[in-house]
């Protein structure tokens, strides 16, 4: 069993919708979460990072970490067409000398 | 800004030839690396880790010999794909990771071998 599930898509959704990305994990020690967005033909890029358990909101974004259930989720509000592109997951300890991967979800948002 | 740069963005090499692609963290060192390889609509696919000072760690099915990695400093990385062929075009990208924090990706290099 890997260490990180991500609900595996792909998403399709019409414009203006709420959509809901999520992640499970299993090591209890994980306290950083984080969220990237990739682009065809880019490099993934950071979009939201939070620490420890809670909400944290940026704009039509919010991560949400549930460590009781170990389970953090993205969601995106209103969401648009620029939003298109795979979201991963990721985590990692305070001692880990790197972080942990999801396998992405691919979101399409359709006009 | 980026705080992983990696270069070139895209090359365009004869087949049997050599390319060299760097990695480098800007503003912070990482003492471990990461290559990926990505095909069109494709998942990120790990290639191998990068070790500061010791040998690369190949994940399953990449060829060392063929993929050569040296992580020379605590800022730099490069994978060289030697005699490169049509079937090692592809999207190579390098990952850094701040310890314990955030990871950070490389902007990728689109690699077309003709």
């Known amino acids: 069993q890997k260490e990180v599930e991500q609900d595996p898509g792909p998403l399709s959704v019409p414009e203006g919708a709420i959509v809901s990305l999520n992640c499970t994990y299993s090591n209890s020690a994980f306290q950083y979460f984080m969220w990237y967005r990739q682009y065809s033909r880019k490099g993934p890029e950071l979009l939201m990072y939070?620490?420890?358990?809670g909400n944290k909101e940026d704009g039509r974004f919010t991560a949400q970490v549930d460590k009781s259930s170990k389970y953090i989720s993205l969601f995106i509000r209103d969401s648009q067409p620029s939003d298109s592109a795979t979201y991963l997951c990721?985590?990692?300890?305070?001692?880990?000398?790197?972080?942990?991967f999801g396998d992405g979800t691919t979101l399409t948002v359709k006009p | 800004g980026a705080v992983v740069s990696q270069h070139p963005s895209w090359v365009i090499c004869k087949s049997g030839t050599s390319v060299k692609i760097e990695c480098r963290s800007l503003d912070f060192q990482a003492t471990t690396m990461f290559w990926y390889r990505q095909f069109p609509k494709q998942s990120l696919m790990l290639m191998a880790t990068?070790?500061?000072?010791?040998?690369?760690?190949?994940e399953q099915g990449v060829e060392k010999d063929k993929f050569l990695i040296n992580h020379a400093s605590l800022t730099l990385s490069t994978l060289t794909v030697t005699s490169a062929h049509p079937e090692d075009s592809s999207f190579y990208i390098c990952?850094?990771?701040?310890?314990?924090?955030?990871?950070?990706f490389g902007q990728g290099t689109r690699l077309t071998v003709v």
């Open positions: 990952r850094a990771d701040r310890e314990g924090t955030e990871a950070f």
């Open positions: 990721a985590m990692t300890s305070t001692n880990a000398g790197k972080s942990t």
């Open positions: 939070t620490y420890s358990s």
């Open positions: 990068s070790n500061e000072g010791s040998k690369a760690t190949y």
